[in-house]
């Protein structure tokens, strides 16, 4: 009755962590899992709400604070009022926000385009409704820019909307106001909506800048945008995020919040109100140590030769290992293997990208310098064979 | 802003009735609502202690996305089937359940059978994408009837939803019946997505799993531990054979890569202390629906038959739904069920005062 299944890219990436915690020395250097811990006064507050609150009624579109609190949040980084009571659906992380904007916009046959390489999950989300994901294909050698004018070239009369990520996962580039402007004018011309993941938006890097779709004239009423606690507090095993955008739509994507899952857990949604309204200062900890590492990183890539996309954003980079003349599962493979380092392969984002792997920073410092040295080690091994 | 593509999403929102069906209150919200499914018993400070602990030990990272292997194994020893935890797919609470395994299971099995009494959650999870569904009559205590199930069978559908007991009345299958239906799977090589989420306050409702050979043809879903005070907490599980696993799974990684991990840790605990509370509860409930009981019989109410001991299922006019709302008192619609004319109680004191105002 029921049909072979065929394996995710995002399977065979979960296949690798499982070998990789098979040795004792492993340096995961794949997922993007933060390494910190929550912050303690979140693990405090989520305890004093199982006192508290634990039966408390949860609406489907989450607890009223914890929306209030995000409106704040988002008024304050991104600059977009929103309408906590209409405009905010709390999700179970930012991985459940994206499949509802998916199924809140996309029908069978309608087609959404995507800055490549992009995060297999929104592949995987289209799938689900039957929509066709449309690559537009970005260079190491532009940090892996999305042009506007690319775009513009794919749209057919099937195109519904434009996924557009800032900081990209797993390319790192950040879209600049002005091309967030561009791909605005671009939805309202050819009449698209726009799906915008603004998950890494605190963190970037340099002087670039990171700008909500929504913060800019004709965009919050085509937008919605996803954000979640999840890699800006170190709360990836809480599942928290939200979805955003206009009432009318929200209400579509609330309907399906209900459908899919009912409601968020309510621990899970004190811990989050407690990371919006507490102490920011683990925040900017997180992120002064993201700047480290991604230096020590950048040196050692440099080190070996590899061509990469400067990560303007984000917690990873996504290098070009073409020069070892492996493809990216047998490079991470071996890696996995000899050196105990685990590097997604790009061939399981797309197979376009099997000349690439994707790096996080999301390691303490001295295990960033032993992975690199690992992996330097074997490289030298394979020159010498 | 005037948006072509943006109407179209919300006539398409508003055709689908399906994902529009009112859902009652999953749980109790203020001390009158009737509606909810279970009591909300107090939690247990052990519960508080072991999650709590966990997320200061720092368990608070992705965990694998069936679920952590201390949980997936206390979920496999409750089910009495012959199901191990491999088989179990720890999801965000029991509407996560019902939407992986219908739209999942469904959608290989070319759509799905469902009652035309069911539980609204399963006509909002049938409506997120276009499925083949087959309604099924019911009988007087709201369960699809074997007449139904074979016809639904003869038809060719070759996947069934049944809730037992009801999500409505808190009627279950008996024995025999269940036997019965399982023998019409077997011989129309069907399967059956089985909510038994409210079997565990009922001494009388088997599981289909649980007769002979249909472990290999059965999911069950339910809530994980109720009573234990945690069904704000989101956590249910689904059970299901190999062959139907992994597209499951995967459709739950893509959705929401886990399971919160403070819900899964309490739940852990929950389950060594269910054993040892759960009879109690039902006794304790038991003795609470038998007042209930009493007070509709005193204002006059027809009860529809039911064994589980957390909600009663009775007709209702509109003027004494009405009655109830007046004096601030919120009951679970039949009508959001397929079934006007009948609503659900919980068991509760306050059902049983909520009841003197009818008689």
Same mark, same amino acid.
């Given at each position: 009755m029921v049909k072979e299944h065929k394996k995710t890219g995002t399977e065979i990436l979960y296949a690798m962590i499982a070998e990789a915690r098979q040795y004792d020395d492993a340096i995961i250097m794949g997922r993007g899992d933060p390494d910190f811990d929550t912050p303690e006064h979140i693990v405090a507050a989520a305890k004093e709400a199982m006192v508290q609150h634990a039966g408390d009624y949860v609406p489907p579109e989450g607890l009223l604070p914890l929306r209030e609190a995000i409106a704040e949040r988002v008024k304050r980084v991104n600059g977009v009022d929103l309408d906590p009571a209409t405009e905010i659906v709390i999700t179970n992380g930012g991985q459940e926000a994206l499949f509802l904007m998916v199924a809140a916009i996309l029908s069978e046959g309608d087609e959404m385009i995507v800055p490549e390489p992009n995060y297999n999950t929104y592949h995987d989300a289209m799938k689900f409704t039957g929509a066709v994901k449309v690559d537009v294909n970005t260079y190491p050698d532009t940090d892996f820019r999305a042009a506007p004018e690319d775009v513009r070239k794919v749209i057919t009369d099937k195109t519904k909307a434009m996924l557009l990520v800032s900081p990209n996962n797993p390319a790192a580039s950040v879209i600049s106001p002005e091309d967030v402007q561009a791909f605005i004018d671009i939805a309202q011309e050819h009449d698209l909506m726009i799906i915008s993941d603004d998950i890494y938006d605190l963190f970037v890097y340099d002087d670039y800048t990171h700008t909500s779709f929504a913060s800019l004239p004709g965009g919050k009423e085509r937008t919605l945008t996803l954000n979640a606690l999840s890699?800006?507090?170190?709360?990836?095993?809480?599942?928290?995020?939200?979805?955003?955008?206009?009432?009318?739509?929200?209400? =579509?994507?609330?309907?399906?919040?209900?459908?899919? #899952?009912?409601?968020?857990s309510i621990i899970a949604q004190y811990a989050g109100l407690a990371a919006l309204t507490g102490p920011q200062e683990p925040v900017d900890m997180m992120a002064e140590a993201y700047r =480290?590492? =991604?230096?020590?990183?950048?040196?050692?890539?440099?080190?070996?030769?590899?061509?990469?996309?400067?990560?303007?954003?984000?917690? %990873?980079? %996504?290098?070009?290992?073409? %020069?070892?003349?492996?493809? #990216? #599962?047998?490079f991470a493979q071996k890696m996995l293997t000899e050196a105990h380092v685990l590097a997604y392969p790009g061939a399981a984002f797309s197979e376009a990208r099997k000349d690439y792997i994707r790096m996080t920073f999301l390691q303490p410092e001295e295990k960033i310098r032993e992975a690199v040295e690992r992996m330097k080690a074997v490289m030298k091994n394979m020159a010498g064979s | 802003m005037t948006s072509q593509t943006r109407q179209k999403i919300l006539d398409a929102h508003q055709s689908n009735t399906s994902l529009l069906t009112p859902a009652p209150d999953p749980m109790m919200h203020n001390m009158h609502d009737l509606g909810a499914e279970e009591m909300q018993f107090p939690l247990d400070e052990q519960i508080i202690a072991t999650s709590s602990g966990a997320m200061e030990a720092g368990h608070t990272h992705y965990v694998p996305v069936p679920g952590i292997p201390e949980l997936r194994e206390a979920i496999a020893t409750h089910l009495s089937a012959d199901y191990e935890s491999g088989h179990v797919l720890v999801t965000a609470g029991m509407q996560e359940a019902r939407f992986l395994t219908i739209q999942l299971i469904g959608k290989d099995a070319g759509g799905v059978a469902i009652p035309a009494v069911t539980h609204p959650g399963v006509l909002r999870a049938v409506g997120t994408r276009p499925l083949a569904v087959t309604r099924m009559e019911v009988d007087e205590r709201k369960l699809a009837t074997s007449d139904a199930i074979q016809s639904a069978l003869e038809a060719g559908t070759k996947l069934i939803y049944l809730e037992s007991p009801s999500r409505l009345t808190g009627a279950a299958y008996s024995a025999d019946e269940v036997s019965a239906i399982a023998d019409m799977l077997k011989a129309h090589d069907a399967g059956v997505i089985w909510d038994q989420g409210f079997a565990p306050w009922s001494d009388a409702a088997p599981s289909i799993a649980d007769m002979d050979g249909m472990t290999e043809r059965t999911a069950v879903i339910g809530e994980a531990f109720p009573g234990s005070g945690l069904a704000s907490w989101y956590i249910g599980y689904i059970a299901a054979p190999d062959a139907w696993f992994p597209p499951m799974q995967s459709q739950k990684q893509i959705m929401a890569i886990c399971t919160s991990t403070a819900s899964q840790y309490a739940a852990v605990e929950a389950a060594k202390l269910f054993s040892e509370s759960h009879t109690a509860r039902v006794n304790q409930l038991g003795k609470q629906r038998d007042i209930v009981l009493a007070a509709a019989q005193e204002a006059g109410l027809s009860v529809l038959d039911g064994s589980a001991v957390n909600v009663i299922a009775v007709e209702m006019s509109d003027a004494q739904v009405q009655t109830l709302t007046d004096a601030g008192y919120s009951v679970a619609s039949g009508a959001d069920f397929g079934s006007p004319g009948v609503v659900r109680l919980l068991v509760s004191t306050a059902a049983a005062d909520a009841l003197k105002h009818l008689a």
């Amino acid at each position: 009755m029921v049909k072979e299944h065929k394996k995710t890219g995002t399977e065979i990436l979960y296949a690798m962590i499982a070998e990789a915690r098979q040795y004792d020395d492993a340096i995961i250097m794949g997922r993007g899992d933060p390494d910190f811990d929550t912050p303690e006064h979140i693990v405090a507050a989520a305890k004093e709400a199982m006192v508290q609150h634990a039966g408390d009624y949860v609406p489907p579109e989450g607890l009223l604070p914890l929306r209030e609190a995000i409106a704040e949040r988002v008024k304050r980084v991104n600059g977009v009022d929103l309408d906590p009571a209409t405009e905010i659906v709390i999700t179970n992380g930012g991985q459940e926000a994206l499949f509802l904007m998916v199924a809140a916009i996309l029908s069978e046959g309608d087609e959404m385009i995507v800055p490549e390489p992009n995060y297999n999950t929104y592949h995987d989300a289209m799938k689900f409704t039957g929509a066709v994901k449309v690559d537009v294909n970005t260079y190491p050698d532009t940090d892996f820019r999305a042009a506007p004018e690319d775009v513009r070239k794919v749209i057919t009369d099937k195109t519904k909307a434009m996924l557009l990520v800032s900081p990209n996962n797993p390319a790192a580039s950040v879209i600049s106001p002005e091309d967030v402007q561009a791909f605005i004018d671009i939805a309202q011309e050819h009449d698209l909506m726009i799906i915008s993941d603004d998950i890494y938006d605190l963190f970037v890097y340099d002087d670039y800048t990171h700008t909500s779709f929504a913060s800019l004239p004709g965009g919050k009423e085509r937008t919605l945008t996803l954000n979640a606690l999840s890699k800006a507090y170190s709360m990836t095993g809480w599942r928290l995020g939200w979805v955003s955008g206009p009432g009318e739509l929200m209400a =579509r994507v609330r309907d399906l919040k209900a459908a899919v #899952s009912g409601g968020t857990s309510i621990i899970a949604q004190y811990a989050g109100l407690a990371a919006l309204t507490g102490p920011q200062e683990p925040v900017d900890m997180m992120a002064e140590a993201y700047r =480290r590492r =991604r230096k020590i990183m950048l040196d050692a890539l440099n080190e070996m030769g590899m061509v990469y996309g400067v990560p303007q954003g984000g917690q %990873f980079v %996504f290098a070009d290992i073409s %020069f070892t003349g492996m493809d #990216s #599962s047998e490079f991470a493979q071996k890696m996995l293997t000899e050196a105990h380092v685990l590097a997604y392969p790009g061939a399981a984002f797309s197979e376009a990208r099997k000349d690439y792997i994707r790096m996080t920073f999301l390691q303490p410092e001295e295990k960033i310098r032993e992975a690199v040295e690992r992996m330097k080690a074997v490289m030298k091994n394979m020159a010498g064979s | 802003m005037t948006s072509q593509t943006r109407q179209k999403i919300l006539d398409a929102h508003q055709s689908n009735t399906s994902l529009l069906t009112p859902a009652p209150d999953p749980m109790m919200h203020n001390m009158h609502d009737l509606g909810a499914e279970e009591m909300q018993f107090p939690l247990d400070e052990q519960i508080i202690a072991t999650s709590s602990g966990a997320m200061e030990a720092g368990h608070t990272h992705y965990v694998p996305v069936p679920g952590i292997p201390e949980l997936r194994e206390a979920i496999a020893t409750h089910l009495s089937a012959d199901y191990e935890s491999g088989h179990v797919l720890v999801t965000a609470g029991m509407q996560e359940a019902r939407f992986l395994t219908i739209q999942l299971i469904g959608k290989d099995a070319g759509g799905v059978a469902i009652p035309a009494v069911t539980h609204p959650g399963v006509l909002r999870a049938v409506g997120t994408r276009p499925l083949a569904v087959t309604r099924m009559e019911v009988d007087e205590r709201k369960l699809a009837t074997s007449d139904a199930i074979q016809s639904a069978l003869e038809a060719g559908t070759k996947l069934i939803y049944l809730e037992s007991p009801s999500r409505l009345t808190g009627a279950a299958y008996s024995a025999d019946e269940v036997s019965a239906i399982a023998d019409m799977l077997k011989a129309h090589d069907a399967g059956v997505i089985w909510d038994q989420g409210f079997a565990p306050w009922s001494d009388a409702a088997p599981s289909i799993a649980d007769m002979d050979g249909m472990t290999e043809r059965t999911a069950v879903i339910g809530e994980a531990f109720p009573g234990s005070g945690l069904a704000s907490w989101y956590i249910g599980y689904i059970a299901a054979p190999d062959a139907w696993f992994p597209p499951m799974q995967s459709q739950k990684q893509i959705m929401a890569i886990c399971t919160s991990t403070a819900s899964q840790y309490a739940a852990v605990e929950a389950a060594k202390l269910f054993s040892e509370s759960h009879t109690a509860r039902v006794n304790q409930l038991g003795k609470q629906r038998d007042i209930v009981l009493a007070a509709a019989q005193e204002a006059g109410l027809s009860v529809l038959d039911g064994s589980a001991v957390n909600v009663i299922a009775v007709e209702m006019s509109d003027a004494q739904v009405q009655t109830l709302t007046d004096a601030g008192y919120s009951v679970a619609s039949g009508a959001d069920f397929g079934s006007p004319g009948v609503v659900r109680l919980l068991v509760s004191t306050a059902a049983a005062d909520a009841l003197k105002h009818l008689a």
